[in-house]
């Protein structure tokens, strides 16, 4: 291998896909701007089509060991822990130090009826003060 080619296989990055068969990650040098090689599908451009992209996002699809469902049921799952919390802390049942990190974004679909009681209480709290 002479210089020039040895430099050239540094900066190229690998075909991340792995054989079924063997178990082993392919060796190929990787497309530019992708991540896998002509013969795992660099070459493909997706669905592109209206119809091809509806048909996508309706199959069940999976990433690793995830579906959309179980996806989704932890989101609104995080979300009701997080309104729990909250509302702990606001009426005094929770003490210490809360949890970390930003709340979870669908806070506000969750627990209506604990939302409800929450609003008039504050309502309450700032009339009073008033
Ligand atoms: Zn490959």
Not at 48 to 75: D, N, Y
Not at 96 to 104: C, E, I, V, Y
Request: with cysteine; charged share 25%.
């Amino acid at each position: 291998m002479t210089a020039i080619e040895q430099s050239y296989a540094k900066q190229c990055d690998r075909c991340t896909a792995v054989f079924k068969a063997t178990g082993q990650r392919c060796s190929a040098v990787a497309l530019a701007g992708k991540r896998t090689c002509l013969r795992h599908g660099a070459l493909s451009t997706g669905p592109k089509t209206p119809q091809g992209r509806q048909r996508c996002a309706q199959a069940r699809t999976i990433h690793g060991l995830e579906t959309t469902t179980m996806r989704e049921e932890r989101s609104l799952a995080s979300a009701r822990l997080a309104m729990l919390e909250h509302i702990g802390y606001v009426f005094g049942f929770m003490t210490g130090t809360r949890t970390r990190g930003r709340r979870p974004d669908r806070m506000g679909e969750v627990y209506p009826e604990l939302q409800a009681i929450y609003q008039k209480l504050v309502i309450e709290r700032t009339e009073h003060s008033a």
